[in-house]
């Protein structure tokens, strides 16, 4: 299997890494670490050098209570990093990191490769027809409410039966609307309680029935550090066994904030496969 890009594939003969870039000031773990263009084009640059497979660019924090910020200042955040971004690595994979169709749109009018939506298009009902009529990967994320709302008390009867209904139903509406190119996210900690997410991660195989590539999200959230009783600058090890065991449930793509250890991850996880 492989995603296909304009210009560009991806196999996905091995796991890949998606190494996360954050241009905002308020994410949960690097916000406000890179803020100007020399901070920026060094991050993509470590990203890249560290072996990421795609560059995943965000300008509107979706951690949990993160305050909504207007689409006029995510773009203003995003587009001249990502020109640049595109003009000094231009084979690059860039996947940018947004719920907004019309920044989707202009994000490809300036080189973006894919769409990483976490509102698996709920907060834009023009997001679906907006990436099928561009023609791009689009990475479909199950969330539950709103960034503002979604750790308030959320409630499942069955948390994987009911993220796998919601991902089955989002599918059937993107391929109505003519897009192929898709990637799914179970959505850790987008309206999850530590229990649901640790029994997603365990049942993540049961999503590979889809027959699509799996992305698991898992970098320094909550579910690691609330659960060790850290902070999320000392959730690197629980992260990569989090990882770990992602792999070993059928993860295709881990996005990540720390590349190296990933693909060391990886490169454990693929020669235990080969022995």
């Not at 629980?238 to 070993?248: D, E, R, S």
């Amino acid at each position: 299997m492989k995603i296909e890009f304009k210009n560009k594939d991806l196999p996905i003969d091995s796991p890949a890494v998606m190494g996360i870039l954050n241009i905002t000031p308020d994410s949960f773990f690097d916000g406000g670490k890179y803020a100007d263009e020399k901070s920026i084009l060094l991050q993509a640059e470590k990203i890249l050098s560290e072996g990421a497979d795609i560059l995943d660019i965000g300008s509107h924090s979706t951690r949990p209570g993160a305050s909504v910020v207007s689409e006029a200042e995510e773009l203003k955040r995003l587009i001249p990093p990502l020109k640049l971004i595109r003009k000094k690595f231009p084979r690059a994979i860039i996947s940018i990191d947004t719920f907004r169709s019309n920044v989707a749109e202009q994000s490809a009018a300036e080189g973006a490769d894919m769409i990483n939506d976490v509102a698996g298009g709920t907060l834009d009902e023009k997001m679906f027809d907006t990436v099928a009529r561009l023609k791009i990967p689009y990475v479909l994320m199950h969330i539950k409410g709103t960034p503002q709302t979604m750790q308030a008390d959320p409630q499942y009867q069955d948390v994987v039966k009911e993220v796998k209904h919601f991902l089955a139903e989002k599918i059937n509406a993107l391929r109505n609307a003519g897009a192929t190119q898709l990637i799914i996210d179970v959505g850790f900690g987008f309206g999850k309680t530590t229990e649901h997410n640790y029994s997603l991660l365990k049942q993540l195989s049961e999503f590979k029935e889809f027959n699509l590539q799996v992305l698991a999200g898992i970098s320094r959230k909550g579910m690691i550090y609330k659960l060790l009783g850290i902070k999320p600058q000392d959730a690197l090890n629980g992260t990569t066994v989090a990882n770990t065991i992602a792999l070993m449930n059928g993860a295709d793509i881990l996005r990540v904030h720390d590349v190296k250890e990933a693909k060391e991850a990886v490169k454990i996880f693929n020669f235990v496969q080969n022995q």
